[in-house]
């Protein structure tokens, strides 16, 4: 989720920002805490909404300077309609805040470099990778849906619903995916968009005109800023979730894409200098530790050397 478009009334109702506000879930504490120290440009709405979910409310009730007598309608109609009319006041004010409850979003996020395994309603699991969202209605979880948004990469193990509601998978990049019971892996970054089937089967509805696909097990689709055109192959696809198990995999990977999946992962800026081409490929298997023994392994398997500088990190050769 880009928090960084938020405004201060979206903070309020962010199911995660009123946790920290509580201060009941440490997560949450220190998600907004490292948020904060990024100094993101809409820091004032956030100290905004801070200032207004700790503003305590005015009192309904005063004190009256002289007591005036309280007369109440006598009799057993006008008492029997006084009940009939309570009833249906607390009737309606359940009723409007069960539906501005269902109307609020449940929101998941990790930082850079934090992976977490979110259970939904329906007992759905999504693995959230580093620096990742995903958030979804609460209405949009019912007999008939199951929705999600996602911004980032997850990887899903989808439970078939009893009446077979189907589960969604929407994007801001290219494409949503449907599912009934499956699992598959979600990428949906700045840069690139992909989607990976590990067993089952899903469909991949695109957000232009064209036709719907569907994939079977071992199948990628994917787009990028590069190429839009959707590109379809055959793949293995524990490569593309090695990240649930602490990996970082790489196969005849090109630099850039290498640099990409290390910004994303350690949200820290890295650069080629211009003698180093960028289609150089890379194969290897590194697990996911600091940024700097990440980066000097990449190094390493590229034959190439490493500095760093007060913006980043340089590979030179």
Known sequence: MNYTTYTAEDFLLDDRFRAYCQQRDSEAVLFWKRWQQSNPPNLAAFREAERLYSQPQPSTSHQRASAQPHQTPSGPVSR????????????VLLGLGYWFWQQQYVTEATAFNERRTVTLPDGSTVALNSHSTLRYQRS???ELTRAVELTGEGYFDIKTARNGAPFTVRTD?????????????????????RVV???????????????????????????????????????RPTLYNAWTRDQLVF???????????L????????????????????????????????????????RL????????FVLHP
Do not use: C, K, M, Y
């Open 140 to 142: 949009n979880f019912t």
């Open 251 to 261: 196969e005849n990977a090109s630099l850039i894409e290498v640099i990409w999946t």
């Open 80 to 91: 029997r309609w006084l009940v009939v009319a309570a009833l249906a006041a607390v009737l």
């Open 173 to 193: 990049g290219s494409f949503d995916v449907q599912a009934l019971g499956t699992t598959f892996s979600v990428q949906n970054r700045p840069h690139q968009q």
């Open 197 to 235: 089937l590990n067993s089952g089967q899903i469909q991949v509805s695109f957000h232009d005109a064209r036709p719907a696909v569907t994939l079977q097990p071992g199948q990628l689709l994917e787009t990028s800023v590069a190429d839009p055109q959707p590109r379809q192959r055959t793949v």
């Open 305 to 312: 050397n490493i500095r760093q500088t007060e913006h980043g």
């Open 263 to 302: 910004e994303e992962q350690f949200g820290i800026p890295v650069r080629l200098e211009n003698t180093v081409p960028g289609n150089q490929t890379l194969t290897g298997i590194l697990p996911i530790s600091d940024p700097e023994t990440v980066l000097r392994s990449v190094a390493e398997l590229s």
